[in-house]
């Protein structure tokens, strides 16, 4: 059975469940609009937090044959993967005397709220730079799945849209690199993923072609678009140390000269025969566990929790545009 976000609050009866599941959609357009096929069934002590699945990697052809001539052989070409589902989220404590004092403030909510945000970042962190073989607590992200695919697109050029001056010079071959990349794609995707600041040079980029436009989601936030593809811009992620850009920018070594401030764009299809996410069966995706005021000691423990994995179940259903200069 697959599940949206929204039809998880649906089912349930706890309304600060349902407001939880409020503030992840409303802090990510991602989570809002991805499908979770909630079809794990973890086995004793957790053992198989796995969801296996194929992925289309070659798709088949057809071709025109002549009178007693045979058709070449040709099949379609898919690989066995696994996505091992990841808990993730965050606890938080808050002083019983602290709370009773809070008054309009309300210390647990606003706690709730910060931790929830705090998990749509660590997850959108994930979906892009998630890597499995270095860390056992993150499934495998968009960086890690597309590098080597016929999707991952680096234009021979460089691209440079790091000033006002290089958008006016560079944004009408920007916008043929960013169509050739998206040309190599198995239909229109729904969206462009990137750092706030590339997000932001791709909306001046639209803007000044004329192909830049403005809806709402339910939520009345505003959305922009290219082309009628939404650009999302992934925000921050705060690692415990240093608060770094998703999906960027990042310094790399261009023809051997160091370049600076490169980003990378993402872009997916949502489906379950696209982009989409695995969570345990019985629709909770996120569960929140509230600090007990009557229970002894001053300190009370709140927690936020979130069990997920990526899975991309055609490789040309997402792509990624290497190295964009923003910075």
Do not use: W
């Not at 505003?222 to 992934?234: A, R, W």
């Not at 070594?253 to 982009?275: H, I, N, P, Q, R």
């Amino acid at each position: 059975m697959a599940i949206t976000l929204a039809e998880a609050k649906a089912t349930m009866v706890d309304k600060v469940d349902q407001a939880v599941i409020d503030e992840f959609r409303r802090e990510s357009f991602l989570l809002d609009k991805l499908t979770f096929d909630d079809a794990v069934s973890p086995g004793t002590g957790g053992s198989t937090m796995t969801y296996g699945y194929t992925r289309l990697e070659t798709p088949s052809t057809a071709e025109g044959r002549k009178i007693n001539s045979e058709y070449s052989l040709n099949e379609a070409k898919r690989k066995k993967c696994t996505a091992e589902l990841k808990i993730f989220g965050g606890a938080f404590g808050v002083d019983r005397v602290v709370q009773t004092t809070s008054g309009n403030l309300n210390e647990i909510q606003f706690q709730l709220k910060e931790k929830a945000k705090a998990a749509c970042n660590h997850f959108h962190y994930m979906v892009i730079s998630g890597d499995s073989a270095q860390n056992e607590t993150e499934f495998d992200g968009l960086d890690a799945i597309l590098t080597g695919t016929s999707t991952e697109y680096t234009d021979a050029l460089g691209l440079d849209i790091s000033t006002s001056d290089l958008l006016d010079a560079n944004y009408k071959y920007f916008l043929d690199a960013l169509d050739d990349f998206l040309s190599g794609l198995d239909g229109k995707p729904d969206a462009l993923m990137g750092c706030s600041k590339l997000i932001s040079r791709i909306q001046s980029v639209a803007r000044r072609a004329g192909y830049l436009t403005h809806s709402e989601d339910s939520f009345g936030r505003k959305v922009e678009s290219y082309n009628g593809i939404i650009l999302s811009d992934l925000g921050q992620y705060y690692n415990g140390t240093e608060t770094v850009d998703i999906a960027g920018a990042y310094t790399a070594e261009v023809k051997g000269s160091e370049t600076v401030g490169l980003c990378d764009l993402y872009t997916v299809k949502f489906g379950l025969d696209a982009f989409h996410a695995a969570s345990p069966a019985g629709g909770k995706i996120i569960n929140t566990y509230l600090p007990d005021m009557k229970a002894p000691g001053a300190v009370k423990k709140g927690e936020v929790e979130m069990v997920a994995a990526a899975v991309l179940k055609n490789s040309r259903k997402a792509g990624v545009f290497r190295g964009i200069k923003v910075k």
